[in-house]
């Protein structure tokens, strides 16, 4: 087990919450938890609020993005909130005709598949984020000391949707395009990457305490396409950044192979999913980056024994990362029993949490 720092340097910072401390590999109190889709269909509150809203609606709502981002924090005692929004989001708001399909996902009206449709794609105004401003500020208000995490979709995944039109399984048009097309891919990314980073700011300007990229799909690629066609526009997008001091935190599913470059491209925690367990992620990540996850989000399903002994397993494994925020490897599966989710959280913090000081 890790030992207790002696000196006061390694005191936890009370006033610096731990999933920011877990984030630059700073001492805890204890591992933070949150989880990936933890506002959502798995909470009965959640289904009872969207009612009879769009889920675009809903996140154009100030309002109700605040209720239901509350929701998991109220109920779970999660060491995080994360935005309820979409990867899709900005391109809604700049004008995209997209919209997100209950057991779909997002369905985009005119797919893009021509460096026309590249160039016909609407900019971002940062004006038009202004309810997403006033949610955050509600919610910051409303988190006391429970840090917000703000999130964008990385330039890859959301050029997935974009181009097959709508979720994927192999994302073969999309590749096809990167490689037929590279002067077009890189053009569609660089314009995904300058609306990601516009709307991470916006967040982040707002008082978000960190954020998330999310490069969901990025599994797909081989090392060599990721670094060459991907990697230096997600590298622009937590670039955008500039020097706002709040830990990035870059994720991917099916990224083992990819582990390193996702760091490389600028992250203080690499998200890692269910695959590669946490002590060989931290191998490949190398001692300069913190970790995320990274439970199987299947194994919530299963009987209490197995969530126990999983749940230890990932926090032993996790150990040898410079820093660990617990979380799953992908989002929470709707059919999972919330009260699972709250003994997790739990569970993780009695198993971590160092003794008082002297
Ligand atoms: O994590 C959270 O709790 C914050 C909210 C959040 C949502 N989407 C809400 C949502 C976040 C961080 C996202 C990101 C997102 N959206 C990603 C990256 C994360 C990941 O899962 O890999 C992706 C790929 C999308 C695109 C998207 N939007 C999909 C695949 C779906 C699911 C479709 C479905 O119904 O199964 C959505 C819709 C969506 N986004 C829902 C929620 C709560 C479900 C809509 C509903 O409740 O009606």
């Known amino acids: 087990a890790r030992s207790v720092p002696p000196t006061t340097a390694g005191t936890p910072d009370p006033e610096i919450p731990d999933l920011v401390r877990a984030a630059r590999g700073l001492p805890v109190s204890r591992t933070p938890v949150w989880f990936m889709r933890q506002a959502g269909r798995s909470l009965p509150e959640y289904r009872a609020l969207r009612a009879g809203t769009g889920m675009l609606a809903a996140c154009q709502d100030p309002d109700l993005v605040t209720e239901i981002t509350l929701q998991p924090v109220r109920r779970h005692g999660v060491d995080a909130a994360i935005l309820f929004s979409d990867i899709v989001l900005p391109l809604v708001v700049a004008g995209v005709d997209i919209d997100i399909k209950a057991g779909v996902g997002p369905v985009v009206a005119s797919p893009v598949r021509s460096v026309a449709d590249v160039d016909a794609l609407p900019p971002l105004e940062p004006e038009r984020l202004a309810f997403l401003q006033t949610a955050v500020r509600q919610l910051v208000a409303e988190l006391g000391p429970i840090p917000l ?135 490949r990540v190398g001692p300069a980056r913190s970790l995320q996850g990274n439970l199987d989000p299947a194994v919530l399903l299963a009987d209490r024994g197995t969530v126990d002994r999983e749940v230890r397993r990932v926090v032993e494994q996790g150990r040898a990362a410079r820093g660990h925020i617990f979380n799953l490897g992908h989002g929470v599966l709707p059919e999972t029993d919330p009260d699972v989710l709250t003994h997790v959280v739990e569970l993780v913090h009695e198993l971590t949490a160092t003794p008082a000081g002297p």
């Open 149 to 283: 995490i703000g999130f964008a979709g990385a330039p890859f995944t959301l050029a997935t949707y974009l181009i097959e039109g709508g979720p994927s399984k192999e994302h073969a048009r999309t590749k096809a395009f990167m490689y037929a097309e590279p002067e077009a891919w890189s053009r569609l990314l660089d314009r995904l990457a300058v609306s990601a980073a516009t709307f991470l700011r916006a967040q982040v300007d707002a008082g978000a305490s960190a954020v998330q990229l999310f490069d969901s799909w990025a599994g797909v690629l081989s090392a060599v396409d990721y670094a060459e066609r991907v990697l230096p526009h997600s590298r622009a997008v937590i670039d955008g950044l500039g020097d706002r001091d709040v830990p990035r935190i870059h994720f991917g599913v099916g990224t083992g192979e990819l582990l390193p470059l996702i760091g490389d491209a600028g992250a203080d925690v690499v998200g890692v999913d269910w695959r590669v367990p946490l002590d060989e992620a931290a191998r």
